[in-house]
């Protein structure tokens, strides 16, 4: 007596088939997940230079200087605690509530002051999802020519903003 025996499972094809489109999409969705990251990182950073760039003009009105670059000759950057000195200037008056700080995965924040001298006080920054350009996305400025330095008219992320006096 023959009997027909069939099993109610997949076949080993069916699950391998299926398991490649799954990993497959999900490969997809990763590195759209990742542009979406960085394009929301560089959004945060815009953010925090416009507020700055504000509190800034309010600090100059109030106090007719920029916040003291707490490393002179050099940048005063975030993570070393020059940045976090220079900005803390603008929390004691009462223009921004808290120092800001870089979203994690992001790039340091930095402060030049200048003085009266162009490009007076300088926000820098670099942006990820951007392309590079030589101007900058606005309101960004390069206040060098070529090959000099950061916020240069060299094609890079460069995020500058100028607050000259």
């Excluded at 100059?60 to 803390?88: I, L, T, V």
Aim: proline share 7%; aromatic share 12%.
């Amino acid at each position: 007596m023959k009997t027909n025996f069939k099993s109610p499972g997949f076949t080993l094809i069916e699950l391998l088939v299926v398991i490649s489109v799954i990993g497959f999409l999900a490969s997809i969705i990763l590195v759209s997940l990742n542009s979406a990251r960085a394009k929301a990182r560089d959004a945060r950073i815009i953010a925090d230079f416009k507020q700055i760039n504000n509190a800034l003009d309010l600090f100059y009105d109030k106090n007719n200087r920029m916040p003291n670059n707490y490393n002179p000759g050099f940048g005063a950057c975030n993570g070393g605690g020059y940045f976090e000195q220079s900005m803390q200037e603008l929390v004691n008056d009462g223009f921004i509530s808290r120092v800001p700080v870089p979203p994690p995965g992001g790039n340091e924040y930095c402060y030049y002051n200048y003085g009266n001298a162009y490009p007076g006080a300088l926000l820098v920054t670099d942006l990820e999802s951007v392309p590079d350009t030589t101007t900058g996305i606005p309101p960004s400025c390069r206040p060098w020519g070529a090959g000099v330095n950061w916020c240069d008219q060299t094609s890079n992320k460069y995020y500058c903003i100028c607050h000259t006096y």
